[in-house]
Structures are given as structure tokens and as C-alpha cells.
């Protein structure tokens, strides 16, 4: 049972509408045991609806795993970067912290580290994940290089992302517009203010005349 | 031999010739040693030798030695206040004697996991000492009714043999073994309906140690059932059944999922970090600002991050961009370790986001937007719900001490 | 009669809304478990689902990913709509309001409760008059069962006052859609969106009330389309929108009459279409002549350049889809808004073509079924009208009775309360329907619930409505029972039963007819199946708008779906059994049994209308009292009056609670920061929620949804004034003020989703 080289997970999370079908599916998973994994934000919620959907992004070299010191987290030999083992897992918050993508989550009560895992006991069995099989806007996609090509022609995916000097490469791929590098700089996001649109003030007859002393 | 196999290597001998010698004095010269259980005392030596070198490799790898290093020199502290201690102390109540972390997962887990580790350390604490002639029972010159308790070659109490004191004593590896076997059972249920379980687990990895507990029970629950009741019928066969039984888990034991008893003390040192982390200097995200986890935290994942070889370094290019969104005086990013897990995933949204602007729609939205010297919010999960959203305090408060 | 005190604690502990949670109930499963293939139980998109069942009680779902509606998508709702099932709020017996009881209630023998529901009603129409006793259906019941409460109010109660609340969803687009095309369903399949230039989205939160509608305008996008948001709120769809128009609430008419304007003036209109096809356009463009973009900027609070934008954007498109919803159709000229949006669409030519297309979003799980079959008050099986003396006779004929012994038209909705107000009106039968948290100015509501002489309830939870009620009886949940529905495509699925009624609970078909016996009126009223309903359904529709003929659960079941008319006769009279279906409306050369071949629309020159869209102000202006514009709406976590989602705990901890959203320069003036406590106030009534501070809505704007129920109801402001074609409530423009408050004193004793 391994997941099938050909299957591949796409992210666009410029299409993401926020609205919970993957947080909501992901905890249906069997193996997730209630627990939803996966990570949805709303970026800056006075400002924009705009939400940060993000998956595990299954690195080749994966941190996580790394800076554990209890050895805990494994990487499956089709490349999938398990959940904690929970026998080993001593909730010490590395994995959380040092995550590039910011992708586990702690579990404080049950002192264990959760992640996404690909939904490893559907992908490795044929399934789609729950959360690429629901998601409405298909932010978050689950299939081949040839249906993301044919569904996608303004779309490349790249598996290449930079933190500052550092270079990571994952199973999980992100989808970009077909002119852009073939590499995501993750910092360029520190200062952006997103894409949105301003509701202008400006062509509003002022509301407030006359009322300011009311 | 490179250095990184020769040191555990040492410690492995160390610690193996160590119990040896324990042994030879402990049994008074191997007077109390019960030459039968000789196949035994070799498999734990073995087990003690693997057990050693498998620890001490761990400890090398760069996170490990960090926590080790840590968590020692934090217990020694001076000016280790009562609090902590009192904090430690229930720690180890709870989650070390009473499995709390395991009862959160489920009921039944929680029951699973403490029948097969009281019933295996309370099998442990009875044999051992027997095994290594360590602890012997010798009868009382002149009072046939009372044996007497030597430990390490040193008499102690003396108790009546047809006591019921007596009865729990002589019989406390079959109160054992049914606390494992009981486990086991929970365990192998488990494991068998669950449709999660069945594609995550491995057979060498979870079934294995349940497979060699269960044997190293019921063959020794067969020992007592024959000499008890069946006059000793098949008593050497069962003998050497159950004695293979046991070498074979205690060869096992440095290599599988057993191994995670002696790691998991670890956890202890973690939690004294954490205490301390909590109540020390807070490292500050450089791109909201908020508190996200202790300064010595992020300090020592930059140390160890680049010890692996990760150089999340940041030549920060986004200084003017955090400075255009009005920050006073914008701290240089310098690393990546410095900004906070919410701000990285809105990061990378955002990043991908910016390289469609132009391409399908919606405008850059105005930096002005912003009022001038402050920073982008903190990013806040979209579902609050607990098990939905965030897992714990420390998600909900984006605070990892 | 006392009535409960709907804020008895006791009556909560006993009946809810309680929270329910996966993790309460899911042991280890087991291997005997089975899939049944159904669909959500939720809106008007009717995605594909299968639920996982075990020991008869539904334990999950597994997406439906050969349904080529979803594909296996699904939102939370729908992700979380197996937590109904083996609820512990669920009514399994009868109850009878007692007022000796702690809870108000005590149960009662199901057929004890039948007996005195006849009784009753009995007792109603014998003193007062058939008239006197009403009945109020739903738009999520399947289409046989609203067949089933039409025939049942038509024939067996022969009273004229049956309606639905369908009337508080999508009457304005089935009025606009007959004024214009003369048939009333979503006019294209939702493939049409994926080879559309420019897709126009007015008035709908696509990304929370029709959440999977998104992929297919995300796939339009990749194959190049442009998409124009109108909406007063910077929803997430609009977030990324091409174009986005921040509408003032009430004003969308001013803004299609602006852009048909520009149409004209710039003859980005197709001339061969208009006159092929269309009447009327020459007065459209006197009509709009006043509608210059200065003066649509001045009434619609949209820059000027936006709307010239948008105009060319839609003017000089090849193919487009436009689309709208709730958000221009919630008002007191909620028609003309709706006819408005379909000027613009004839005069572009673009429809009844592949990739150009226009549809309403329904609302309601069989929004679409629910409004064809004869339970809306003016209305008879197949589209047809109670008022016309040749549908009266059809359907006399099928039922086997005396055209003459048909009541003639009654009254919508809201209306039956203000006969109920004025004592006309007695007695009331209401399934699948909870006025109490639905109606505006629902105040009034709760006042009539407590004057009716006597109320029966059909419900599976004690809703906040049937709190009021002498007499509830346990119905059954979607995944009891089978039947159809169409959904917002037109497309007439299937929905098939994966587990038993629990207790005494009984099918609300089962319960109708049982009702119908206790009366000594059964005749007519004896199926033995939802399928037997249905094969009298299709004979009822035959030859009408909504022919339904040619459908049967095994063609559903084959073609995952049939899109109506699927008629079982030709135009010459010729039987077509086989006939598949009828995919997209108003292809050029398609036949309709109105215009008989003269053309594609169904009026009997075949041609589609212009209509005059008058725009006129809300009826409710801001003033210098109440200055700020009230709009509500939904939010993706819970479905109209969240009977069902207050009781599914996931869904509860992602929205516990309704917030106002205000901008923040409102926000300054008030003095209120995120997460104060906001007391918001109309003529009718006030709520007293926490603010969201957002620069995602309008200033002169605040909005709140209104799922919620009691003191949390947004509904107890709104205003009931009603479209005066389709009567639907003027839900989206309301004036209000808004005061910084404390939190409310009694909140302390209810939960987040009282």
C-alpha cells in the first residue's frame, strides 16, 4: 500500500474562499480521530476575506522531522511526512516552531503533535484526501499531472520554495501563473498587503454630516 | 571507527560491564545465582548493551543533545523555585503514573496503556532482581513457617509462608501477566476494528511487541498452571517456551516500538523547558509582533536548524516592505525562526497570491489601509472550535512556551 | 391557552438545541457498514453525497464523486449533516402542550395526537369556515411531499390558505422569470459557466450560500473569463472579482437599468435577437434614458467609472452567465430587480445558447421542486394556475373531482398572519417551516402564534415555531425518507432513504394521509409510497409548465438526474417515453406546450418579454432616527433558521454566535471597537450582538445573518414589507441605529446556538 506516484497534491490558495469544508472534512478522516489537521487562517480579517489555506507540504528534506528530538516523526518511503508517533512524541514544540510552512499543530491536552498526513489511510489505499475531495473552490486539489494540465492551462506547479537562503523542495505542489519562476520566494508574503478589493469611500455621500454632534 | 559510533560503542561496554559487575557482587560472588536463568541475564546484558548504544546515538542527534543538555542544567539550577518543582512532581503523577495524555485520547486507550505498563513494570521489578540473584528468599533456620528476604546479599524481613501477604508475593507475575494480558487484548482489539489504525500501522512496529508481550504472559501463566495444578506436566518444555518468549522481547527491545520507555522520560525535561520558557523573555514575531514562544526557544532551533544544515537566514529583502507598511523602526527579519507559525502560513498565501495580482482579478489592496507604525495582525484560525480550529491552549493562544 | 415561555430552561434541557459531536458517539467502526447514495440535505444545489450507515443510525459520509453535479465537493454543512441523525433533541413521540409541565409539554400516542389534530380541525372549519384553518409548507420537504400538502390543503381541507416559505427565498425570480420568459426554473445547466466570457453575480454570497457553485466560476476563469461582483459586502468571491460593485442595499434595479443604458447607447445589444425574439424593447429604451451613469452612480452609490466598466465588460462579451440570488431579491421591488437583471441578459441575446446562460441561485433544497407543484397559494400541480378555469378542470380530472370543489386562490405566507391578526384565520397546520425565526418583524409573528386557537407542528426537533404549538408531530429527516427534488440547475434528483424513522417519528407523508383518515377525507390521500406519489405527480404535471411525465426514479437513477420538461407526449401527440430530459431552455428551435413552436419562450408568440424595471427607493429610508441600512443574510456554517446546523456542534463552534459587521469608519463614530457589545435597534425591535469591524461592508451599512432565534434574531428588526407581485419580504434594506451596549444580562443562562 503506497501512494500512487502519479497522484499528486495542488494548492491554490489565491482561490480559497474560507469557508471551512476542509477543516470541517479533515477531522472525518478515520485516522485523524475527531482532530482537524489541516490549517486555515484568515489573513487580516478588518481588512479582506481573504484565508491562507496550508496543507502539510510533505518536504523531500522535511525540518519537522529533523528537529525532533525524540525521532518521532517519519517520512514514508512514497514520500509522505507522517503525524507524531504518539509513543515518542514529548509535545516539546520544535516540529511547530521550526516548520517553514507553519503546518503542525499541538494537541496540548493529549501532549502530542498533530499534522496533516495526506489523509495517509485514503491516499495510500487510492483515495483522494477529504479535504482536496470536498473543497468547493478547489483551492486544494487532489489528482494527475494531466487533469491539473488540462483544468489548469493558466497554471504551473512548482515544488520549489526559498526562506530566505534556504531552498526547500516538496511532494505538494503550488500552483502559480504559468509566466512566474518556477521557484516561490515564501518572504516576498511578509510585507504584502494581499489582493482584495478597497470598498470606496469616496462616492458615498457622507453619512456622518450632520451627525457628529448627535 | 568514526567518532559518531565509537562513543556509543563505549558507553554500550561501559554500561554493559557496569551491570555485569553489579551481578557478581550483588549475588555474592554468583552464590544466589540461579544458573537456569543464565540464558535470561545474557539477554538483558544484550539488551542493556543495544539498549545503551541506541540512547546514546539518540543523544547525539543535534535536537536531543539540546533538550538533554537543557533539561539537566535546568534541574541543577540553582534557584529552583518549589513551584517547579511541585510542577514537575504532578507532571510525573499525571503523565508518567497515571498515562492522563493517553486517557485524552480515548477512555479505553488510556485503560490499554496502563494495564501493559504497570503489568510489564511490575514484572520487571520481580524479576530482575531474581534474575541477577539480587533478591533471594531463604528460609529461617529453626521457623520452617518464615522465609526471610535477602536483598543483594543482605537479610532483611522475615514473612510466614502461608500468609495471604505471602500468596500476592509468590504470585505477583500472574497479577502481572493478567494486567498485560488484559492490555494486550484492549490493544489488539483496537488495532483490528479501527479502519484508521489498520492502513498506519506496521506489523514489526505495533503488532510485534503486543505479539511478544502476550506470549511472555500466557507461557508464564502456563508455568504456574502446571506446577499448580498438573503436577508439573510439561513444566521444562513450557520452561524453555516461555524463556525464548522473553530473550526474544528483551532482543527487541532496543530496536522497536518498546524503545519509547526510556525515551519518554525526555518528556520531563521538556516540560521543565517549557515551565521556564514560559515564565522567561518571549521571542516576538518579526512580522506581527506578537509573542510566539520563548527567546531561548527560537535561539536554540536557530543553533540547532543550522547544526543539521538548514540556513534559514533572511537577507531581508522584506525590511522595506515592512517598513513601507509604516513600521517605526522595522527589526531586520535575520531568520526565518523569527516569525511566528500564523505568519508564515499567511506568508506563503499571500506570496503566492501577489504573482496572480494583474493575472485574474482583484486589486493590491492600499497600504494605507494600515495606520502608520503598526504591523500586519497577527493571522487568527477561521474556525475557533477546539479539534476543528485550533488543538490546544497553545494553538488557540498562537503561544508555544 | 398559556403559552411556554420560550427562554424555559427546562424546556431547553429537554428539547434543545443541544450540540452535537462526532467524537460523542463514534466508537470503533465496525464492518458493517453500507453507503447509501443520497444528497445533502442542505440548499438548493443539492450536491451528491453518500452517508455512511451502521445499525440503522447514519456515522458519516463519503464524498459522491460520480455525481457530476459536486464531484464529490461538499461544504461544511454538508460535511457535517450526518450529526443529525441519532440526535439526542430528535422527537420521537408525539407532544401536546401542557402547561403543568416543567417543559410545557407531554408526550402524547401518535394516534392520540392524529385524533385530535382531526378533531381540531374539524371543530375550526366546521365553526368558522373551510378558510379558517391554514396550512404552511416548506421548500426543503421533497417534491411529492409538497404535491402531497397541496392536494392535501386543496382537496382534503378544501381551504384556500396554503403557502410555503419558498415565498421568503425565491418568488421574486419565479414572478420576474414568468413576467419575462413565461416559465419559472434556472434557464441553463452550471456547465454554461464554464465557457462564459463574463459572469455577473449580483446580489449572492456565492462562497457562503452556494459554496460549490465556486469551482465552476474558478474553472470559467481559467478558461478566461471576467467576473463582476455587485454587492454591498466584499464577499470572498468578490475578493478576487475582476470587477467588484459596492451597492447601496436596495438600488440594484437603478444599476442593470444603468447598464442597459450604456447597452443602447452603445449598441453592444444584439438587434437580430431583440427583434426574433423579444417584445417590448423599444419602450426598455425610453424606459432607461433617464438612467445615465451619472445618475445610476448617484442612486446606486457605485463610482461612475465602475459602472461604465462593468457595462462594456458585459456589453461587449461574446458569451457571459449571469447569475443572482437572494441579495436583489429580498425587497419590496425584489420583481423588478429580478426583471431588471433580465434586461440585460435579452437585450445582450446571450441565453438559450452553450456558455450563455442566466439563473437564479435557489435557495432551499428543492427551491426549484418545491415552487412547481401546486403548495404555493395561487397555484395547482405542473406550474399550473388555481385561478385558471382549464388547469382547474386538469386537475379536478386527475384527482377525480368536481373542478368547482377546488378553493380558489389564497393567501401568501405573511399574509395568513395578518388573517390570523384580524381572526379570519383560526387554526394552522405547519411542516418544514419555522416562521418564528424566518418571518420579519417576527415580533408580530410570535404575537399570532400565541392568538391561534390551535397550532399543529410537524417537526423532527421542537423548532423555536413549534415551542408555540398545542400539538407537534415527529416527522421524519431527510435520510428517512425517499423522493425527488430539483435543484437549482432544474435537474430532478433523487433522494433515497438510508435509515428508519426512530421511536414513533413517522414519514410526513404517512403523517398527512393519517391525518386525512382521522377526518373521514382520505379519498385520494391513501399512497402507499413516495413513488406512488410521484407517478401521480407526473400525470398531474402532464401538459403543464413543468412537465415532470417522462421522469421516473429509474431514468434519475440512470442520467444521475433529469432536467424538466421531460415530457411523455411530442407536439403531435406522439408518445416519447424515452424522452432525457431538457438541459438548457430557450434553444433556438426547442418546442414549449405554451408557444407551440413559434419560438423558444414560452409565452404564444414565443417571444421573451422586456419588462419595464421601476426602480423605487426601499420602503423603509434612512433617517436622521434611524440612519444606518440594515442588510442580513447567511453564513456558511448554518442553513435558514438553523434548526437543524444550531444543533450540529462543529458547525456551532465555527459561528456560535451573530456579529454586526460595521465598517470601521462607522465603527469610529459609534466608539466601538471589534467584539463590543453593539445594541442595533429598528422601529419593530432590537438585538444586541458583538460587532465585527470589518472595511469589508459599506459604511452607511452594518449586516447581520439571521440564523439565530429569541433575543439573537436579527428578524425582530427587519421590516414586513412585501414585494406586491411575489410578496416576498423586504429582508435586505431595513433603517436602523446602532448604540454601544453591555452584554445582555440573560445571556448567562443559553447557549451560544439559543
Known amino acids: ?214 | 571507527m568514526q567518532r559518531g559510533v565509537l562513543k556509543p560503542t563505549v558507553y554500550a561496554f561501559v554500561a554493559t560491564a557496569v551491570l555485569g559487575a553489579l551481578i557478581v557482587l550483588g549475588s555474592r560472588n554468583l552464590a544466589h545465582f540461579d544458573a537456569a536463568l543464565v540464558a535470561y541475564t545474557f539477554a538483558i546484558l544484550f539488551a542493556t548493551f543495544g539498549l545503551t548504544y541506541r540512547y546514546v546515538m539518540w543523544l547525539q542527534r543535534p535536537p536531543t543533545r539540546l533538550y538533554w543538555r537543557r533539561g539537566w542544567r535546568l534541574l541543577f539550577a540553582r534557584g529552583l523555585r518549589l513551584r517547579r518543582l511541585g510542577r514537575g512532581v504532578r507532571r510525573v503523577a499525571a503523565d508518567m503514573v497515571a498515562n492522563r495524555f493517553i486517557f485524552k485520547r480515548g477512555r479505553v486507550r488510556g485503560l490499554t496503556h496502563l494495564c501493559i505498563m504497570w503489568g510489564t513494570l511490575l514484572a520487571a521489578a520481580i524479576t530482575f532482581p531474581l534474575v541477577f540473584g539480587w533478591l533471594h528468599f531463604a528460609p529461617v533456620p529453626g521457623d520452617l513457617s518464615l522465609y526471610r528476604v535477602v536483598v543483594f546479599g543482605f537479610p532483611t524481613f522475615t514473612f510466614p509462608i502461608e500468609s495471604l501477604g505471602a500468596f500476592i508475593l509468590f504470585h505477583g507475575l500472574v497479577w502481572a501477566s493478567f494486567l498485560v494480558i488484559i492490555g494486550v487484548m484492549l490493544a489488539m482489539r483496537r488495532r483490528m476494528r479501527e479502519g484508521g489504525a489498520a492502513t498506519l500501522q506496521r506489523f514489526a512496529e505495533d503488532f510485534l511487541p503486543l505479539f511478544l508481550l502476550f506470549a511472555v504472559s500466557v507461557t508464564g501463566l502456563m508455568l504456574t498452571a502446571s506446577y499448580t495444578w498438573m503436577k508439573g506436566a510439561g513444566y521444562d518444555f513450557i520452561a524453555i517456551l516461555h524463556a525464548i518468549t522473553v530473550i526474544a522481547t528483551f532482543l527487541w527491545l532496543p530496536f522497536g516500538k518498546l524503545f519509547h520507555i526510556f525515551q519518554r522520560p525526555a518528556q520531563l525535561g521538556v516540560g521543565l523547558y517549557k515551565d521556564l520558557g514560559h515564565d522567561g523573555p518571549h521571542a516576538a514575531c518579526r512580522r506581527c509582533g506578537a509573542a510566539f514562544t520563548s527567546l531561548a526557544h527560537v535561539h536554540d532551533l536557530i543553533a540547532v536548524t543550522a547544526e543539521l544544515g538548514y540556513d534559514y537566514r533572511v537577507e531581508d529583502p522584506a525590511a522595506p516592505a515592512i517598513a513601507a507598511l509604516g513600521a517605526t523602526t522595522p527589526p531586520a527579519v535575520e531568520h526565518y525562526q523569527w516569525i511566528c507559525p500564523p505568519c508564515r502560513r499567511a506568508s506563503l498565501a499571500l506570496a503566492q497570491g501577489r504573482l496572480w495580482a494583474g493575472v485574474r482579478g482583484g486589486d493590491t489592496l492600499a497600504v494605507a489601509a494600515h495606520p502608520p507604525s503598526a504591523r500586519p495582525p497577527t493571522p487568527r484560525y477561521a474556525n475557533p472550535g477546539r479539534a476543528e480550529g485550533p488543538l490546544g491552549d497553545e494553538d488557540a493562544h498562537n503561544f508555544h512556551p | 391557552m398559556p403559552v411556554p415561555d420560550p427562554e424555559n430552561l427546562a424546556l431547553l434541557a429537554r428539547f434543545g438545541p443541544h450540540r452535537a459531536y462526532e467524537r460523542d458517539r463514534r466508537e470503533a467502526p465496525g464492518a458493517d457498514e453500507h453507503l447509501v447514495k443520497t444528497h445533502c440535505c442542505f440548499c438548493g444545489q443539492q450536491c451528491g453525497i453518500q452517508l455512511k450507515v451502521r445499525d440503522d443510525a447514519v456515522v458519516g459520509f463519503e464524498p459522491w464523486y460520480d455525481f457530476p453535479f459536486n464531484k464529490g465537493k461538499l461544504c461544511p454543512k454538508g460535511i457535517k449533516r450526518y450529526l443529525q441523525n441519532q440526535h439526542p433533541d430528535r422527537l420521537v413521540r408525539a407532544y401536546a402542550k401542557d402547561a403543568s409541565a416543567r417543559e410545557g409539554f407531554r408526550a402524547l400516542a401518535y394516534d392520540e395526537a392524529i385524533t385530535r389534530v382531526a378533531a381540531e380541525i374539524t371543530r375550526i372549519q366546521t365553526r368558522f369556515g373551510r378558510d379558517a384553518f391554514a396550512v404552511l409548507s416548506g421548500a426543503s420537504l421533497t417534491t411529492e411531499k409538497t404535491y402531497l400538502m397541496g392536494k392535501f390543503a386543496h382537496m382534503a381541507l378544501r381551504t384556500a390558505n396554503i403557502d410555503y416559505n419558498g415565498r421568503l427565498c425565491m418568488v421574486s425570480a419565479g414572478a420576474g422569470n414568468k413576467k419575462a420568459f413565461g416559465v419559472d426554473r434556472g434557464a441553463n445547466p452550471w456547465d454554461d459557466l464554464l465557457g462564459a466570457e463574463v459572469i455577473f453575480i449580483a446580489g449572492a454570497n456565492i462562497a457562503e450560500c452556494a459554496p460549490i457553485t465556486t469551482d465552476y466560476v474558478w474553472q470559467a476563469r481559467e478558461r478566461g473569463a471576467r467576473i463582476i461582483v455587485v454587492d454591498p459586502r466584499l464577499t470572498p468571491l468578490a475578493r478576487t472579482a475582476d470587477l467588484f460593485l459596492p451597492v447601496k442595499p436596495g438600488r440594484d434595479v437603478a444599476l442593470f437599468n444603468g447598464i442597459v443604458h450604456l447597452m443602447i447607447a452603445n449598441d453592444w445589444v444584439d438587434r437580430a435577437f431583440i427583434e426574433e425574439h423579444t417584445v417590448g424593447f423599444d419602450a426598455l429604451t425610453a424606459h432607461v434614458a433617464e438612467w445615465t451613469p451619472a445618475h445610476t452612480a448617484e442612486v446606486t452609490g457605485i463610482a461612475e467609472p465602475l459602472i461604465r466598466q462593468a457595462a462594456e465588460l458585459w456589453g461587449r462579451a461574446k458569451t457571459s452567465f449571469l447569475m443572482h440570488a437572494r441579495g436583489i431579491e429580498h425587497h419590496s421591488h425584489g420583481v423588478q430587480n429580478v426583471l431588471g437583471a433580465i434586461n440585460m441578459v435579452l437585450a445582450s441575446g446571450r441565453i438559450g445558447r452553450e456558455f450563455c446562460g442566466y439563473a437564479t441561485i435557489t435557495g432551499q433544497a428543492n427551491g426549484q421542486g418545491g415552487r412547481e407543484h401546486g403548495q404555493k397559494c395561487d397555484q395547482l400541480p405542473g406550474g399550473r394556475d388555481l385561478a385558471n378555469p382549464e388547469h382547474r378542470a386538469y386537475i379536478a380530472g386527475v384527482w377525480g373531482i368536481a373542478p368547482e370543489e377546488l378553493p380558489q386562490p389564497g393567501v401568501d405566507a405573511y399574509e395568513i398572519f395578518r388573517k390570523v391578526d384580524q381572526g379570519e384565520i383560526r387554526g394552522l397546520l405547519s411542516i418544514c417551516f419555522n416562521p418564528l425565526v424566518s418571518l420579519p418583524d417576527n415580533n408580530f409573528i410570535r404575537a399570532m402564534l400565541e392568538k391561534l386557537e390551535f397550532y399543529v407542528a410537524i417537526d423532527f426537533f421542537m423548532s423555536e415555531t413549534a415551542r408555540y404549538a398545542d400539538v407537534v408531530l415527529p416527522g421524519s429527516l431527510h435520510e428517512e425518507d425517499e423522493g425527488t427534488v430539483t435543484q437549482v440547475e432544474g435537474r430532478v434528483i433523487k433522494i433515497n432513504k438510508a435509515v428508519p424513522c426512530p421511536g414513533e417519528a413517522r414519514q410526513d407523508w404517512v403523517i398527512i394521509q393519517d391525518i386525512a383518515r382521522a377526518l373521514g377525507r382520505e379519498r385520494g390521500l391513501t399512497f402507499a409510497s413516495p413513488e406512488a406519489i410521484f407517478d401521480e405527480l407526473r400525470v398531474a404535471s402532464r401538459g403543464g409548465v413543468c412537465d415532470y411525465s417522462a421522469i421516473t426514479y429509474a431514468k434519475i437513477e440512470q442520467q444521475y438526474g433529469v432536467f424538466w420538461p421531460c415530457p411523455d407526449t411530442g407536439p403531435d401527440g406522439e408518445p416519447t417515453p424515452g424522452h432525457r430530459g431538457t438541459v438548457r431552455l430557450f434553444e433556438p428551435g426547442s418546442w414549449n406546450p405554451i408557444a407551440r413552436g413559434a419560438g423558444p419562450f414560452y409565452f404564444p408568440d414565443g417571444k421573451a418579454r422586456f419588462n419595464l424595471s421601476q426602480y423605487s427607493p426601499p420602503r423603509e429610508e434612512v433617517d436622521g432616527d434611524y440612519p444606518i441600512i440594515l442588510t442580513t443574510g447567511r453564513v456558511v456554517s448554518h442553513f435558514l433558521s438553523g434548526n437543524q446546523t444550531r444543533r450540529i456542534g462543529p458547525l456551532v463552534d465555527h459561528c456560535p454566535e451573530p456579529r454586526v459587521e460595521v465598517h470601521p469608519r462607522l465603527a469610529e463614530h459609534l466608539g466601538v471597537i471589534d467584539g463590543d457589545w453593539v445594541r442595533v435597534s429598528s422601529r419593530r425591535g432590537e438585538c444586541t450582538v458583538q460587532a465585527s469591524v470589518v472595511r469589508t461592508i459599506r459604511p452607511d451599512t452594518v449586516f447581520i445573518p439571521y440564523h439565530w432565534a429569541g433575543r439573537k434574531s436579527v428578524n425582530q428588526l427587519t421590516i414586513a414589507a412585501q414585494d406586491p407581485i411575489s410578496k416576498i419580504p423586504e429582508y435586505k434594506v431595513c433603517a436602523v441605529k446602532l448604540e454601544k451596549a453591555a452584554a445582555p444580562a440573560d445571556r448567562a443562562d443559553l447557549e451560544p446556538q439559543q
Open chain 1, 1 to 214: 500500500m503506497a501512494v500512487a506516484s502519479d497522484l499528486h497534491f495542488y494548492v491554490d490558495a489565491a482561490r480559497c474562499i474560507g469557508c471551512n469544508a476542509c477543516v470541517q472534512a479533515c477531522s472525518e478522516c478515520d485516522s485523524h480521530k475527531g482532530q482537524s489537521m489541516i490549517q486555515l487562517d484568515l489573513i487580516d480579517a478588518l481588512r479582506s476575506p481573504q484565508t491562507a489555506p496550508v496543507v502539510c507540504m510533505h518536504c523531500d528534506s522535511p525540518t519537522c522531522a529533523e528537529v525532533c528530538p525524540a525521532d518521532a516523526i517519519k517520512r514514508t518511503e512514497d514520500g509522505v511526512v507522517l503525524s507524531a508517533r504518539k509513543p515518542r512524541c514529548i509535545a516539546c514544540n520544535n516540529c511547530v516552531l521550526a516548520c517553514p510552512f507553519g503546518v503542525p499543530k499541538m494537541n496540548t491536552e493529549m501532549g502530542l503533535m498533530m499534522k496533516c498526513d495526506m489523509c495517509y489511510d485514503r491516499t495510500s489505499v487510492g483515495k483522494k484526501p477529504m479535504c482536496a475531495s470536498v473543497c468547493p473552490s478547489q483551492a486544494l486539489f487532489y489528482g494527475t499531472r494531466e487533469e491539473i494540465e488540462r483544468l489548469r492551462p493558466r497554471s504551473q506547479a512548482i515544488q520549489t520554495f526559498r526562506f530566505g537562503r534556504q531552498t526547500i523542495t516538496t511532494r505538494v505542489r503550488m500552483l502559480v501563473p504559468r509566466e512566474a519562476p518556477a521557484r516561490l520566494s515564501v518572504t516576498d508574503g511578509f510585507g504584502d498587503p494581499g489582493i482584495g478589493h478597497e470598498v470606496d469611500e469616496d462616492v458615498f455621500t457622507n453619512i456622518f454630516v450632520g451627525r457628529e454632534s448627535a
